[in-house]
């Protein structure tokens, strides 16, 4: 049996220059041979052989899409708290969000996520939507846009939508896209008082795809009695790599809801973390090992939080 790869196989692409071209050939793709996005193509070359699975019959090149370009704040979406949104276009790269002021401000732990995915040549073509879509569940993103409430906005010959990140991934390496829609941009909550925090465990600190990744997110807010220590509230725990698609962990969340970062808490928490996931022995890690350095990691950010 050969043993050489299999040659790259290089099925059409589809070239829209507008947003509404891109609807208009989303509309004509038959149902049975739906057209196949194409961002930064960091996975999909990986997937040209074949070998994963059946190429698809043609690709839509959305590379030239203003649209789904751009970084902003949208002060518009601005609510009676005083909110607004952080808006990245799908095709923001990892390096332009390491570039970014507004990520480095709003969205640290984003940045912190994007400083760890593959390395420099990665970084620069892959992009924050591809990540998203690609829906492995051991993205590095996805738990930072689960801990941050993101909501991602989709849009095909059918309209536009949006679905949180919370109902994106209904299952092992599926995305809630239909076959004819694609994400626009995504829209992260600016939340007064909230602190996010990321942290990711590969093998090596470049082209390491994750172990364990790990988002927490939490406001500093008054207690129920207004007069006591400042507790925290709207925890998010939100991991990568320890189950079939990137979770949050509630039990988990519950234990610090209304707490502080005290050694205390920081033990339970820990301690329920790695009861909660369902981590897989697999070619990068074993479950054990998921399940302990997960713990140690939540250990790890609350303890630095706490300042202990
Ligand atoms: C060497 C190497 C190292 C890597 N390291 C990491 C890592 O450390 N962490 C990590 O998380 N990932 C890593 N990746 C995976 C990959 O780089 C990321 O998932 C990247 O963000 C994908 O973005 P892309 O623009 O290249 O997507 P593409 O490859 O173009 O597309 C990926 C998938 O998303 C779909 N898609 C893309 N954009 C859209 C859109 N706007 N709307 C709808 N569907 C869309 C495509 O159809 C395809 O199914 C690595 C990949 C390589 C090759």
Request: hydrophobic content about 45%; some cysteine; proline content about 9%.
């Amino acid at each position: 049996m050969s043993t050489e790869p299999a040659a790259p196989l290089e099925p059409p692409v589809e070239t829209p220059r507008t947003l509404a071209e891109a609807y208009a050939l989303l509309a004509g793709a038959a149902s049975d041979a739906p057209l196949r996005p194409l961002a930064g193509a960091t996975d999909l070359l990986v997937q040209l052989t074949g070998r994963t699975a059946p190429p698809p019959a043609r690709y839509l090149d959305l590379w030239r899409l203003a649209e789904l370009r751009g970084i902003a704040v949208d002060r518009s979406a601005r609510d009676a708290l005083g909110r607004s949104d952080l808006v990245l276009g799908a095709l923001t790269t990892y390096a332009e969000i390491r570039r970014s002021p507004l990520c480095r401000e709003f969205a640290p732990a984003l940045v912190e996520a994007a400083a760890t995915v593959g390395a420099a040549q990665i970084q620069n073509r892959g992009t924050f939507g591809g990540n998203l879509a690609n829906a492995s569940p051991a993205g590095d993103t996805l738990p930072v846009a689960l801990a941050m409430d993101a909501v991602v906005e989709v849009g095909g010959p059918r309209g536009e939508r949006t679905i949180p990140a919370a109902g994106f991934w209904p299952d092992y390496r599926r995305s809630g896209l239909a076959a004819d829609e694609i994400i626009l941009r995504v829209r992260l909550p600016i939340v007064p008082g909230r602190e996010t925090r990321f942290r990711k465990v590969g093998t090596r600190r470049a082209q390491a795809i994750s172990k364990v990744a790990l988002a927490l997110s939490w406001t500093d807010s008054p207690d129920a009695t207004g007069v006591g220590p400042r507790v925290w509230r709207d925890v998010r725990v939100a991991l990568a790599s320890v189950a079939p698609t990137p979770m949050r962990a509630p039990a988990t969340e519950r234990i610090l809801e209304g707490s502080r970062p005290t050694p205390e808490t920081a033990d339970r928490a820990s301690v329920a973390l790695a009861t909660e996931i369902e981590p897989i022995d697999d070619v990068r890690s074993s479950a054990a090992y998921r399940r302990a350095v997960a713990g140690r990691v939540l250990h790890r950010l609350i303890r630095e939080a706490g300042g202990w």
